[in-house]
């Protein structure tokens, strides 16, 4: 069946402008989760939704990001006047619940790689 | 807060030897523990977890972890390395009430012939 997709699978933007990152969690999922990889790291936790609502934001670096899942499927990560600092790889996972370690695996999508000039 | 450590920022491993790849986790309870494989281009893989239970884990592709409480320690193993398992390799934590994980830095494998 099909994965995570996200899109685009690059985004090259200069500095102080706006971008949005897509995800296409696999179908049926309520769990989506958004992680920032930077150059030489591991991923780390940006927010996590369940259903349609941000369960845990805690990851957001500041208010220039946002993120929403209006419908409970695909999710949007927005980024507002964009810096330099913000370059990195952004991955998106879903699972099939969430929150229940016992039964759930993250799957993750490709991630977009994002580079601010 | 919860932390992962993998002290070893590259390693290379002849193909058909052995392979010990080091994780290390700082949780004030049980902690949930996995390790995930990411190759060029691709999303991350699980390879296995850790719940609860037998500390010893299997997972894909061969390779296994042992979860020792006492040296807040999860290694990942794989008896005989093939030329295809060269990726990196990433060591989680989760915790608390949610499902989000905590990464380490990451391990590059190289794979020689």
Same mark, same amino acid.
């Given at each position: 069946g099909a994965g995570v997709s996200q899109t685009p699978s690059n985004k090259v933007t200069e500095k102080g402008k706006y971008v949005e990152l897509r995800c296409d969690p696999?179908?049926?999922?309520t769990a989506l989760y958004w992680y920032r990889q930077s150059l030489g790291q591991g991923p780390e936790f940006l927010i996590y939704f369940q259903g349609t609502g941000a369960?845990?934001? +805690? /990851?957001?670096?500041?208010?220039?990001f946002f993120a929403v899942r209006p419908e409970g499927s695909v999710s949007t990560l927005k980024i507002q006047r964009?810096?330099?600092?913000?370059s990195a790889v952004y991955l998106c996972a879903s699972s099939? +619940? /969430?929150?229940?370690?016992?039964t759930d695996t993250q799957y993750f999508g490709p991630g977009t790689r994002l580079t601010v000039l | 807060a919860q932390s992962v450590t993998q002290p070893d920022i590259h390693i290379t491993v002849s193909e058909g030897a052995s392979l010990e790849l080091r994780c290390n986790y700082s949780y004030g309870a049980t902690p949930y523990l996995f390790w995930y494989v990411q190759s060029p281009g691709q999303g991350l893989q699980l390879l296995l977890k850790y719940f609860?239970?037998?500390t010893l884990v299997q997972g894909i592709k061969g390779f296994e972890a042992e979860f020792k409480r006492s040296q807040s320690s999860f290694n990942l193993r794989k008896p005989s390395v093939h030329w295809s398992d060269a990726a990196e390799y990433f060591c989680a934590v989760g915790a608390g009430g949610y499902s989000t994980l905590t990464f380490g830095k990451g391990t590059m494998l190289l794979v020689s012939p």
């Open positions: 696999i179908s049926g999922h369960a845990d934001d +805690s /990851g957001l670096p500041n208010d220039r964009t810096e330099r600092g913000d099939p +619940s /969430g929150g229940v370690f016992g | 609860s239970g037998d």
